[in-house]
């Protein structure tokens, strides 16, 4: 493969999208937390907001549609020392991508995962994404709450809740999900309200819906039983739930599967250097 250099291009995004507000926090994050542009690698999905990678200056990768986390987990599994970033949509990560996305909450690599969460295929002009709301594009199907379901795999280690309009939370919430990954303690999935405006603008709605957890007394982010228990009542209450929602403890896919001190990336993989031990698996086959 070939590694071509270039300059971040200005976003193709519509004016008004939400993705602007993802991209403006997550800029700020990584560089607040000092995070240089050759140890970090945004792998984007495929749609609207896939692109978001062509607007940094890091290493950028557009994997195929629903494949982001995959290919995410591979780049780390090979070098573990990057800060890796998987951001894709919600039609990407939430239906052609949904098996991916229960599979990595429950192995828990250290990457983070964005989510830019509007309600629609914005790309392909508007088609009902599995969390549209019922009557949106004549869909009558109850939305997939993301949330919800990361809760409740038991490996998941990071699950938050931003909204592209409240850029202060949304940067914490980055810089909290980075240094989760970055401290090697696994997944940190972070989904962001991102309105369409184009073709479901849910700005209005949303401003009215969302309910920040973190600011309610009591409320413990580190308690997986009592935040389903919350984040579910709030649901049923019409309400979004945002913040840290949920941040426990569990053996990341890194610690559980790698065996070498060095990472793959930066092992001596020349014929020389590995002659004697091509043999002996060439002799396996004979
Ligand atoms: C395998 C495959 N199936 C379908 C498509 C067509 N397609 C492109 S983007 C997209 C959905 C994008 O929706 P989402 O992930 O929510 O991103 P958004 O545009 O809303 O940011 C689809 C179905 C594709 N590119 N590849
Ligand atoms: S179509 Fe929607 S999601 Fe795509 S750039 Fe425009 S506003 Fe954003
Ligand atoms: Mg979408």
Redo the contacts with the bound molecule.
């Keep these: 493969m070939t590694a071509k250099f270039y300059t971040p291009s200005a976003p193709i995004w519509c004016p008004g999208c939400g993705d602007f507000g993802v991209l403006a926090s997550l800029k700020k994050a990584l560089s607040e937390l000092r995070i240089g542009s050759k140890d970090t690698v945004v792998v984007g999905?495929?749609?609207?907001?896939?692109s978001i990678h062509n607007n940094l200056e890091c290493y950028g990768f557009h994997s195929l549609?629903g494949r982001l986390l995959p290919t995410a987990i591979g780049i780390k599994l090979a070098n573990p020392r990057l800060t890796v970033i998987a951001a894709?949509?919600?039609?990407?990560g939430y239906a052609?991508g949904s098996g991916h996305f229960i599979h990595a909450l429950k192995r828990n690599p250290s990457i983070v995962y964005i989510v830019?969460q509007?309600g629609?295929?914005?790309?392909?002009k508007g088609q009902p994404?599995p969390t549209a709301i019922p009557g949106y594009e004549g869909n009558v199907e109850i939305p997939f709450d993301a949330v919800l379901t990361a809760l409740s795999i038991q490996g998941s280690s990071f699950v938050a809740r931003g909204f592209s309009a409240n850029q202060t939370q949304l940067t914490d919430l980055m810089k909290k999900a980075i240094m989760h990954s970055n401290s090697n303690k696994g997944f940190a999935f972070l989904e962001v309200l991102s309105p369409?405006v184009t073709y479901n603008d849910t700005y209005k709605l949303w401003r009215e819906q969302v309910y920040d957890l973190n600011a309610e007394r009591g409320y413990d982010p580190h308690n997986r039983a009592s935040a389903f228990k919350r984040a579910y009542e709030l649901v049923l209450q019409e309400k979004i739930p945002t913040g840290l929602i949920f941040e426990g403890e569990a053996d990341s896919l890194e610690k559980n599967t790698l065996t070498s001190p060095v990472p793959i990336a930066f092992q001596d993989i020349s014929i020389e250097a590995n002659l004697p031990r091509y043999q002996e698996i060439l002799n396996d086959f004979h």
């Design positions: 999905g495929i749609g609207c907001s896939g549609h894709g949509g919600d039609g990407d052609i830019m509007n629609t295929y914005g790309l392909t994404s369409c």
